[in-house]
């Protein structure tokens, strides 16, 4: 069995876990792993805007005029929107195949696209997983928080999966994250974003419990594991978590911005409209 999720809610359109301050002892909203990341500036951003105007309108020229660049833009978007959705939908459907074999690995999962049982029991065997266990139970979609070394709670979230793992002759612990597209890990920049949300989890001091109640992790896992799967295979990517420490300054700075966004913008009254008069002392 996994370990119990702690409850969450949305303040201000952003994910928040309630968890109980080991500290204090009174329950808190501590923003999740996504939504201090997503707070994160992506400079990067304005650049694929821009290629995605060219490329849109290179594809659909055909369709929508040669010269008429904002409509083959708006055309690309909303097929892309599509096409991420049916990927996320995808990457959905294939935890929850992987989570059950892990959890039950005498049953095959109902009513799941064969392609996905086939990869999850390739990527299972060929790595040789097994599950770590805390509190009595498998740390498949655990509840995770971190609190610094003030001991503040930083963040929460839940992982995918912490385990061991082998390559060859060597056997490692991991927290492993499934993605079902590559989402940048082959560029060349050092830290890709799956790495560091993955890292995030790994580098997390608490287990959540029953009621949002902590426990410390027994430890830290060797290394960062991302697996990107398709119909057609995957592939393991791999980053010792060691490496990514230099990432957890930089998460909790932005956690700190999340917190103080959180209790100022609440107090910024909006501003209302006012009347005025033209000339002749109308409102207007």
Known sequence: MSTVKA????????????????STGDVVDVPSVNTVLGLLNKPGLNGWQVNRHIEAARKTAKIVGEFD??????????????????????????????????????NEPFDAQDWMVTQAHSIIDTLQ?????????DLIEAGIAHVNDSHELVYAGTTDLFCTYTV???????????????????????????????????LATHLIVDGGELVPMLA????VCVVTVSETG???WVKPLDELMVCLPL???????????????PTIAPRKATATSNNNGEKK
């Open 234 to 236: 995957w592939k393991l």
């Open 129 to 137: 997983i097994k599950p770590l266990q805390q509190e009595g139970g």
């Open 251 to 265: 998460i909790e700075a932005m956690a700190a911005v999340f917190q103080f966004k959180a209790e100022v913008e």
């Open 69 to 106: 660049t904002p409509e083959a833009f708006r055309k690309y978007v909303r097929a892309q929107a599509s096409s991420d959705t049916a990927a996320i939908d995808r990457g959905n459907e294939f935890h929850e195949v992987i989570e059950e074999l892990l959890e039950y690995p005498d």
């Open 220 to 223: 830290r896992p060797h290394d």
């Open 7 to 22: 409850p969450t809610r949305s303040v201000n359109n952003s994910r928040v876990y309630r968890i109980v301050d080991p």
């Open 168 to 202: 060859g002759d060597v056997t490692r612990t991991a927290v492993f994250d499934w993605k079902s597209k590559d989402v940048g890990l082959h560029k060349a920049k050092p830290y890709p974003d799956p790495f560091i949300s993955t890292a995030a989890y790994g």
